[in-house]
């Protein structure tokens, strides 16, 4: 196999289908294409080649300088007519390359330059094809990879599919099992169901048999009873008679009744009339007594309401009284705390009857308490001698001018304080007179003990008569016992007056 053939046939393997593929050409053109596309110098290529085109003969060269057949020349010959021309030019040592030859090689230069650009084209269009056929390669695999995991997928499915009906078929064959025993069952009970029909037949021949002989008896019975019931019919039809003779007399009765009720209800309707009339009257007597009684009950109210609150008034009044006189009793003891707790009096008696030769020795008393006594018988400034009291009582004063200044120390007993008076002084000066008095029964001679007491219990009892008036005179003397009353002392106890008082 010489070398062209050689190379005709790597070419037909690269390049598959191409229309350019020319015998006798190919050589020449891949090799001048490898060439531009490897990057190497066209002259370098040339002269390394050099001896391996110059077999071409001169006569050929001049053949190809002919237009129109380097067309059809094949790039091997191409390359050798070059290489000839140039070796041809070394040889005859002439450094000036003739004008013939210059446009020879010109001419098979851009033949070449045309030949590479076309293959170099055909070369794009190729590798754009396969890269078209790449992508459709592609796409095939990924269809085929889908189809492949598809397919994995309906396996999955057609596997569970199937276990499903593995256990379905175990189920079915389970469920088989037992109806068969049910079957099995239901033979057995047919069987004795079979057996409970046969009994009851026989049951039911003998039931029948008893019935027709009960119904022989019964019809018996209903023919001997319809001979009694058509006796009866005759006896009640013959009843019928006399009754409905009995019902005209009756009519005939209430004839005469009805007529009579009719009479009397004529009158009863008079009558109701009557009474209906006077009853309307009632009724219009009725409203306005109403009207009056209504009239007479917003009167009432209007005087229930001014009363109320007159009422209203007297109670705020009451209240007030009472806040005052709390007030008054606070500011009264608050006086008598202010004028002292311990207040000494001084009473002078009188002479008495079988007394009045005698001198007196009171030489002057004051309004404000004082006392002023002589005593001739000692000399110069002890002969008077100055007493201070809180209040001197003068020979001519009375049981009530002495009650009348212990009185508010007396009433505070009802605010709570005790209290107690009594009296000093040496034998008959008048102790027991000033504090029970000389007669008890009379008024008037009543000391400090019987006053107090009586006005604490006027007061308490908030009455108008005196205490001894209401209580007498002996009950007055059971309280002044109980309150420790002596002839020349008063003690008068909260507790005690408290319980007495009450
Ligand atoms: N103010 C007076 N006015 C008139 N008579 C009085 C007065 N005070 C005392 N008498 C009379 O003086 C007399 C002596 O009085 P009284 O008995 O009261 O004294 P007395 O202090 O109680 O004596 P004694 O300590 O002995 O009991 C009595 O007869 C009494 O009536």
Same mark, same amino acid.
């Given at each position: 196999?010489?070398?062209?053939?050689?190379?005709?046939?790597?070419?037909?393997?690269?390049?598959?289908?191409?229309?350019?593929?020319?015998?006798?050409?190919?050589?020449?053109?891949?090799?001048?294409?490898?060439?531009?596309?490897?990057?190497?110098?066209?002259?370098?290529?040339?002269?390394?080649?050099?001896?391996?085109?110059?077999?071409?003969?001169?006569?050929?060269?001049?053949?190809?300088?002919?237009?129109?057949?380097?067309?059809?020349?094949?790039?091997?010959?191409?390359?050798?007519?070059?290489?000839? +021309?140039?070796?041809?030019? +070394?040889?005859?040592?002439?450094?000036?390359?003739?004008?013939?030859?210059?446009?020879?090689?010109?001419?098979?230069?851009?033949?070449?330059?045309?030949?590479?650009?076309?293959?170099?084209?055909?070369?794009?269009?190729?590798?754009?094809?396969?890269?078209?056929?790449?992508?459709?390669?592609?796409t095939k695999i990924r269809a085929l990879e889908t189809l492949a995991t598809g397919t994995t997928e309906e396996n999955k499915v057609v596997m569970n599919q199937l276990q499903q009906m593995k256990i379905e078929k175990t189920k079915i064959e389970e469920k088989k099992k037992l109806e068969e025993q049910d079957s099995i069952k239901l033979r057995k009970e047919k069987a004795i169901c079979e057996n409970k029909v046969l009994s009851l037949n026989e049951e039911l021949n003998l039931a029948k048999k008893s019935y027709k002989e009960n119904l022989f008896h019964l019809e018996a019975k209903a023919e001997e009873s319809k001979e009694k019931l058509q006796k009866k019919i005759l006896e009640l039809e013959s009843l019928l008679t006399d009754s409905r003779k009995k019902i005209k007399e009756l009519e005939d009765f209430s004839e005469s009744k009805f007529v009579r009720w009719k009479r009397k209800e004529q009158e009863y309707r008079h009558f109701i009339d009557s009474q209906f009339?006077?009853l309307q009257?009632l009724r219009?007597?009725?409203?306005?007594?109403?009207?009056?009684?209504?009239?007479?009950?917003?009167?009432?109210?209007?005087?229930?309401?001014?009363?109320?609150?007159?009422?209203?008034?007297?109670?705020?009044?009451?209240?007030?009284?009472?806040?005052?006189?709390?007030?008054?009793?606070?500011?009264?003891?608050?006086?008598?705390?202010?004028?002292?707790?311990?207040?000494?009096?001084?009473? +002078?008696?009188?002479?008495?009857?079988?007394?009045?030769?005698?001198?007196?020795?009171?030489?002057?008393?004051?309004?404000?308490?004082?006392?002023?006594?002589?005593?001739?018988?000692?000399?110069?400034?002890?002969?008077?001698?100055?007493?201070?009291?809180?209040?001197?009582?003068?020979?001519?004063?009375?049981?009530?001018?002495?009650?009348?200044?212990?009185?508010?120390?007396?009433?505070?007993?009802?605010?709570?304080?005790?209290?107690?008076?009594?009296?000093?002084?040496?034998?008959?000066?008048?102790?027991?007179?000033?504090?029970?008095?000389?007669?008890?029964?009379?008024?008037?001679?009543?000391?400090?003990?019987?006053?107090?007491?009586?006005?604490?219990?006027?007061?308490?009892?908030?009455?108008?008569?005196?205490?001894?008036?209401?209580?007498?005179?002996?009950?007055?003397?059971? +309280?002044?016992?109980?309150?420790?009353?002596?002839?020349?002392?008063?003690?008068?106890?909260?507790?005690?007056?408290?319980?007495?008082?009450?």
């Open positions: 196999m010489d070398p062209q053939s050689e190379v005709h046939v790597s070419e037909n393997r690269e390049l598959d289908g191409s229309s350019e593929v020319r015998n006798g050409n190919v050589s020449g053109r891949i090799e001048a294409f490898n060439g531009l596309a490897e990057g190497h110098n066209f002259s370098g290529d040339l002269k390394s080649k050099r001896v391996h085109y110059a077999d071409l003969p001169s006569f050929k060269i001049s053949e190809l300088t002919k237009l129109g057949n380097l067309e059809n020349a094949s790039s091997h010959s191409l390359f050798s007519a070059v290489n000839r +021309i140039l070796d041809e030019c +070394i040889e005859k040592s002439n450094q000036d390359i003739p004008q013939r030859v210059a446009s020879v090689l010109k001419l098979v230069v851009q033949e070449i330059e045309q030949r590479v650009s076309k293959q170099a084209d055909n070369m794009k269009k190729q590798s754009n094809m396969y890269k078209s056929r790449e992508d459709r390669y592609h009339g006077s009257e219009l007597t009725s409203e306005s007594i109403k009207q009056e009684v209504s009239k007479i009950n917003n009167t009432y109210a209007e005087e229930f309401y001014h009363f109320g609150l007159n009422l209203q008034g007297l109670i705020d009044a009451a209240q007030n009284y009472h806040s005052v006189l709390e007030e008054n009793r606070k500011l009264y003891n608050e006086v008598q705390d202010l004028k002292g707790n311990i207040r000494v009096y001084c009473r +002078i008696r009188p002479f008495l009857s079988g007394q009045n030769g005698r001198q007196t020795t009171i030489q002057y008393i004051s309004d404000n308490g004082e006392l002023v006594v002589i005593n001739p018988s000692k000399p110069g400034k002890d002969s008077h001698r100055l007493f201070k009291f809180n209040k001197v009582f003068g020979p001519a004063a009375t049981q009530e001018d002495v009650f009348r200044d212990t009185q508010p120390l007396i009433r505070s007993v009802l605010d709570g304080y005790n209290v107690c008076i009594f009296a000093y002084g040496q034998t008959g000066s008048g102790k027991t007179y000033t504090m029970s008095g000389p007669n008890a029964s009379s008024v008037a001679d009543w000391g400090v003990n019987y006053r107090a007491l009586n006005d604490l219990f006027n007061i308490s009892q908030n009455d108008i008569a005196p205490l001894h008036m209401r209580l007498g005179f002996k009950w007055l003397k059971y +309280i002044m016992n109980k309150c420790e009353t002596y002839s020349a002392l008063t003690v008068l106890r909260r507790d005690i007056l408290s319980e007495l008082l009450c």
